[in-house]
Protein backbone atom coordinates (compact mmCIF):
# COMPACT_ATOMS: atom_id res chain seq x y z
CA UNK A 1 0.00 0.00 0.00
CA UNK A 2 0.98 3.50 -1.09
CA UNK A 3 -0.17 7.21 -0.15
CA UNK A 4 1.56 8.25 -3.48
CA UNK A 5 3.30 10.75 -1.43
CA UNK A 6 7.07 9.06 -3.24
CA UNK A 7 8.47 7.72 -6.19
CA UNK A 8 10.39 4.54 -6.42
CA UNK A 9 13.42 6.68 -6.52
CA UNK A 10 12.51 9.17 -3.78
CA UNK A 11 11.30 5.70 -1.51
CA UNK A 12 14.64 4.25 -2.64
CA UNK A 13 16.56 7.42 -1.40
CA UNK A 14 14.85 8.10 1.66
CA UNK A 15 15.68 4.31 2.64
CA UNK A 16 19.16 4.67 1.97
CA UNK A 17 19.38 7.91 4.19
CA UNK A 18 17.96 6.41 6.90
CA UNK A 19 20.05 3.28 6.85
CA UNK A 20 22.88 5.38 6.60
CA UNK A 21 21.78 7.58 9.32
CA UNK A 22 20.81 4.53 11.77
CA UNK A 23 21.33 1.38 10.51
CA UNK A 24 17.38 0.61 10.24
CA UNK A 25 16.15 -1.44 6.85
CA UNK A 26 12.65 -0.45 5.84
CA UNK A 27 11.55 -2.33 2.53
CA UNK A 28 8.76 -1.61 -0.29
CA UNK A 29 6.58 -4.04 2.08
CA UNK A 30 7.12 -1.09 5.01
CA UNK A 31 6.04 1.64 2.34
CA UNK A 32 3.17 2.88 3.81
CA UNK A 33 4.73 3.19 7.31
CA UNK A 34 7.22 4.95 6.08
CA UNK A 35 4.97 7.33 3.68
CA UNK A 36 3.00 7.95 6.65
CA UNK A 37 5.78 9.11 9.26
CA UNK A 38 7.09 11.14 6.11
CA UNK A 39 3.74 12.68 5.46
CA UNK A 40 3.68 13.71 9.54
CA UNK A 41 7.28 15.15 8.96
CA UNK A 42 6.44 17.34 6.35
CA UNK A 43 3.61 18.51 8.16
CA UNK A 44 5.81 19.20 11.45
CA UNK A 45 7.98 21.34 9.08
CA UNK A 46 5.49 23.28 7.11
CA UNK A 47 7.00 21.86 3.74
CA UNK A 48 4.72 21.12 1.04
CA UNK A 49 6.71 17.96 -1.33
CA UNK A 50 8.72 15.20 -0.66
CA UNK A 51 11.61 16.83 -2.60
CA UNK A 52 11.56 20.49 0.19
CA UNK A 53 11.42 18.40 3.04
CA UNK A 54 14.48 15.72 1.70
CA UNK A 55 16.46 18.90 1.29
CA UNK A 56 15.13 20.68 4.68
CA UNK A 57 15.83 17.06 6.18
CA UNK A 58 19.83 17.33 4.84
CA UNK A 59 20.57 20.47 5.53
CA UNK A 60 24.33 20.71 7.36
CA UNK A 61 22.67 21.58 10.66
CA UNK A 62 20.46 18.51 10.83
CA UNK A 63 17.83 20.28 13.15
CA UNK A 64 15.60 17.50 11.60
CA UNK A 65 17.49 14.69 11.50
CA UNK A 66 16.73 13.84 15.25
CA UNK A 67 12.88 14.27 15.54
CA UNK A 68 13.34 12.46 11.80
CA UNK A 69 14.85 9.16 13.66
CA UNK A 70 12.10 9.50 16.31
CA UNK A 71 9.33 8.88 14.06
CA UNK A 72 11.16 5.84 12.03
CA UNK A 73 11.62 3.88 15.90
CA UNK A 74 9.37 1.06 17.35
CA UNK A 75 8.90 1.53 20.78
CA UNK A 76 6.66 -1.79 21.95
CA UNK A 77 7.53 -2.78 25.67
CA UNK A 78 5.94 -2.99 29.24
CA UNK A 79 7.24 -4.13 32.43
CA UNK A 80 8.92 -7.56 33.14
CA UNK A 81 8.98 -8.25 29.58
CA UNK A 82 10.42 -12.06 28.46
CA UNK A 83 10.72 -12.24 32.11
CA UNK A 84 13.17 -15.76 31.77
CA UNK A 85 15.77 -13.49 31.05
CA UNK A 86 15.37 -11.66 34.14
CA UNK A 87 15.33 -14.94 36.26
CA UNK A 88 18.65 -15.67 35.08
CA UNK A 89 20.30 -12.63 35.62
CA UNK A 90 19.35 -13.29 39.06
CA UNK A 91 20.03 -17.20 38.93
CA UNK A 92 23.35 -17.29 37.02
CA UNK A 93 24.71 -14.15 35.18
CA UNK A 94 24.76 -11.61 38.26
CA UNK A 95 26.43 -14.27 40.23
CA UNK A 96 29.01 -15.15 37.91
CA UNK A 97 29.81 -11.62 37.42
CA UNK A 98 30.54 -11.09 40.82
CA UNK A 99 33.06 -14.11 41.30
CA UNK A 100 35.75 -12.04 40.81
CA UNK A 101 34.66 -8.94 42.59
CA UNK A 102 33.87 -8.01 46.28
CA UNK A 103 31.55 -6.37 47.91
CA UNK A 104 30.94 -2.82 47.26
CA UNK A 105 32.69 -2.94 43.43
CA UNK A 106 30.28 -1.84 41.01
CA UNK A 107 28.12 -4.29 38.64
CA UNK A 108 27.14 -2.04 35.75
CA UNK A 109 23.97 -3.16 33.37
CA UNK A 110 23.09 -1.25 30.31
CA UNK A 111 19.78 -1.72 28.93
CA UNK A 112 19.69 -0.64 24.72
CA UNK A 113 17.01 0.00 23.42
CA UNK A 114 15.10 1.01 26.75
CA UNK A 115 12.36 2.76 24.65
CA UNK A 116 10.40 4.71 27.20
CA UNK A 117 11.64 2.64 30.38
CA UNK A 118 9.69 -0.23 30.84
CA UNK A 119 13.10 -2.51 30.41
CA UNK A 120 15.43 -0.69 32.51
CA UNK A 121 13.92 -0.07 35.49
CA UNK A 122 12.07 -3.56 35.35
CA UNK A 123 15.92 -4.69 35.85
CA UNK A 124 16.08 -2.33 38.83
CA UNK A 125 12.72 -3.27 40.44
CA UNK A 126 14.02 -7.13 39.66
CA UNK A 127 17.28 -6.59 41.24
CA UNK A 128 15.55 -5.47 44.32
CA UNK A 129 13.34 -8.31 44.88
CA UNK A 130 15.10 -11.15 43.75
CA UNK A 131 18.72 -10.65 44.17
CA UNK A 132 19.71 -10.80 47.86
CA UNK A 133 23.17 -9.41 47.00
CA UNK A 134 21.64 -6.30 45.87
CA UNK A 135 22.57 -4.00 48.71
CA UNK A 136 26.56 -5.38 48.24
CA UNK A 137 27.47 -4.04 45.52
CA UNK A 138 27.45 -0.79 43.17
CA UNK A 139 24.43 -1.49 40.74
CA UNK A 140 24.70 1.06 37.96
CA UNK A 141 22.19 0.43 35.32
CA UNK A 142 21.96 2.79 32.10
CA UNK A 143 19.16 2.58 29.74
CA UNK A 144 19.95 4.38 26.08
CA UNK A 145 18.16 4.63 22.83
CA UNK A 146 18.58 6.37 19.62
CA UNK A 147 14.73 8.04 19.81
CA UNK A 148 15.17 11.14 22.06
CA UNK A 149 11.78 11.38 22.76
CA UNK A 150 11.26 7.86 24.32
CA UNK A 151 13.88 9.19 26.30
CA UNK A 152 12.36 11.55 27.99
CA UNK A 153 9.18 10.06 28.38
CA UNK A 154 11.18 7.06 30.42
CA UNK A 155 12.55 9.80 32.61
CA UNK A 156 9.31 11.04 33.40
CA UNK A 157 8.52 7.78 34.35
CA UNK A 158 4.33 7.42 34.11
CA UNK A 159 2.77 4.72 32.63
CA UNK A 160 -0.64 3.01 31.99
CA UNK A 161 -2.56 0.31 32.19
CA UNK A 162 -1.13 -1.76 29.55
CA UNK A 163 2.63 -1.00 30.82
CA UNK A 164 2.04 -2.71 33.82
CA UNK A 165 -0.11 -5.37 32.80
CA UNK A 166 2.30 -8.41 33.66
CA UNK A 167 2.95 -6.93 37.26
CA UNK A 168 1.17 -8.05 40.32
CA UNK A 169 -1.01 -5.25 42.19
CA UNK A 170 2.11 -5.54 46.04
CA UNK A 171 4.37 -4.57 43.24
CA UNK A 172 2.77 -1.65 41.63
CA UNK A 173 1.53 -0.92 45.19
CA UNK A 174 5.07 -0.56 46.60
CA UNK A 175 7.31 1.09 43.36
CA UNK A 176 4.42 3.43 42.11
CA UNK A 177 2.16 6.23 42.75
CA UNK A 178 -1.22 6.00 41.26
CA UNK A 179 -1.45 9.60 39.43
CA UNK A 180 -5.45 8.68 38.44
CA UNK A 181 -7.16 5.68 37.23
CA UNK A 182 -5.42 5.33 34.31
CA UNK A 183 -1.98 6.50 35.07
CA UNK A 184 1.12 5.44 37.47
CA UNK A 185 4.21 7.11 38.25
CA UNK A 186 7.19 5.52 38.93
CA UNK A 187 8.50 6.24 42.71
CA UNK A 188 11.97 8.93 42.58
CA UNK A 189 14.20 6.09 44.24
CA UNK A 190 14.01 4.04 41.18
CA UNK A 191 13.46 7.04 38.63
CA UNK A 192 16.74 8.04 40.33
CA UNK A 193 18.10 4.97 39.61
CA UNK A 194 18.25 4.49 36.21
CA UNK A 195 20.57 7.13 34.11
CA UNK A 196 19.76 7.64 30.58
CA UNK A 197 21.62 8.49 27.89
CA UNK A 198 20.99 8.45 23.67
CA UNK A 199 23.04 6.55 21.41
CA UNK A 200 23.14 4.94 18.00
CA UNK A 201 24.04 1.71 18.48
CA UNK A 202 25.83 1.22 14.63
CA UNK A 203 28.49 4.22 15.99
CA UNK A 204 31.52 2.79 17.91
CA UNK A 205 32.15 6.23 19.30
CA UNK A 206 28.68 6.62 20.46
CA UNK A 207 28.74 3.27 22.48
CA UNK A 208 32.01 3.28 23.82
CA UNK A 209 31.46 6.73 25.40
CA UNK A 210 29.56 4.78 28.35
CA UNK A 211 32.52 2.43 29.22
CA UNK A 212 31.93 -1.32 29.83
CA UNK A 213 29.79 -3.35 31.36
CA UNK A 214 28.72 -6.62 32.88
CA UNK A 215 25.85 -7.21 31.30
CA UNK A 216 23.97 -5.83 27.98
CA UNK A 217 20.12 -5.99 27.38
CA UNK A 218 19.98 -5.67 23.61
CA UNK A 219 16.32 -7.15 23.17
CA UNK A 220 14.66 -7.01 19.87
CA UNK A 221 16.28 -4.32 18.02
CA UNK A 222 18.34 -6.64 15.69
CA UNK A 223 15.76 -7.92 13.56
CA UNK A 224 15.12 -4.11 12.44
CA UNK A 225 18.92 -4.67 10.73
CA UNK A 226 20.75 -6.21 7.59
CA UNK A 227 23.45 -8.16 7.99
CA UNK A 228 25.86 -5.75 7.78
CA UNK A 229 24.73 -3.35 10.22
CA UNK A 230 23.69 -6.34 12.38
CA UNK A 231 27.58 -7.34 12.61
CA UNK A 232 28.64 -3.73 13.06
CA UNK A 233 26.21 -3.76 16.52
CA UNK A 234 27.25 -7.01 17.54
CA UNK A 235 31.32 -5.89 17.52
CA UNK A 236 30.01 -2.83 19.25
CA UNK A 237 27.93 -4.47 21.62
CA UNK A 238 30.95 -7.28 21.95
CA UNK A 239 33.86 -4.16 22.78
CA UNK A 240 31.09 -2.33 25.19
CA UNK A 241 31.18 -5.73 27.01
CA UNK A 242 33.66 -6.55 29.86
CA UNK A 243 36.15 -9.79 29.56
CA UNK A 244 33.42 -12.68 30.83
CA UNK A 245 30.83 -10.08 30.25
CA UNK A 246 26.72 -11.78 28.78
CA UNK A 247 24.94 -10.10 26.15
CA UNK A 248 20.44 -10.57 26.08
CA UNK A 249 18.74 -10.62 23.11
CA UNK A 250 15.29 -11.19 22.39
CA UNK A 251 13.77 -14.32 22.04
CA UNK A 252 13.75 -14.18 18.36
CA UNK A 253 17.02 -13.05 18.31
CA UNK A 254 20.39 -15.61 17.64
CA UNK A 255 24.02 -13.52 18.16
CA UNK A 256 25.25 -16.93 16.91
CA UNK A 257 24.23 -16.71 13.01
CA UNK A 258 25.29 -12.81 13.10
CA UNK A 259 28.99 -12.70 14.77
CA UNK A 260 31.62 -15.40 16.10
CA UNK A 261 32.62 -13.11 18.87
CA UNK A 262 30.31 -14.40 21.75
CA UNK A 263 29.98 -17.45 23.30
CA UNK A 264 26.53 -19.32 23.83
CA UNK A 265 26.28 -19.80 27.69
CA UNK A 266 23.19 -22.32 28.41
CA UNK A 267 21.41 -21.98 31.47
CA UNK A 268 18.58 -23.05 33.17
CA UNK A 269 15.91 -20.34 32.68
CA UNK A 270 17.56 -18.49 29.03
CA UNK A 271 20.04 -18.80 26.22
CA UNK A 272 22.63 -15.70 26.29
CA UNK A 273 26.16 -14.62 24.59
CA UNK A 274 29.12 -13.84 26.62
CA UNK A 275 32.52 -12.05 25.24
CA UNK A 276 34.83 -14.49 26.51
CA UNK A 277 37.16 -13.92 29.78
CA UNK A 278 40.64 -12.99 29.19
CA UNK A 279 42.71 -15.71 28.98
CA UNK A 280 46.32 -15.07 29.67
CA UNK A 281 48.94 -17.75 29.57
CA UNK A 282 50.18 -19.00 32.97
CA UNK A 283 53.43 -17.41 34.54
CA UNK A 284 56.30 -19.46 33.65
CA UNK A 285 58.03 -21.21 37.07
CA UNK A 286 61.60 -21.04 37.46
Avoid at 47 to 53: I, M
Avoid at 128 to 147: C, F, H, K, T
Avoid at 210 to 225: A, E, P
Avoid at 242 to 269: K, N, T, V
Wanted: hydrophobic share 40%.
Amino acid sequence: MSLGLVTAEQFSQLCEYLYRETGLVFSEQKRYFVERRIAERMDATDTKSFASYFAYLRNPGKAELEPFINAFTVNETYFYREDYQLRCLTRDILNSRIADKSPGDSVRIWSLPCSTGEEPYSLAMWLLENWPEVDAYEIEIIGSDIDTAVLEAARAAVYGKRALMRLNDGLIERYFEMLDDQHWRLIEDLRSSVLFAPVNAVEPKEVRQFGRFDVIFCRNMLIYFDDASRRVVAENLYEALLPGGYLCLGHAESMSRISALFEICRFEDAIVYRRPPDRRPPEKTR
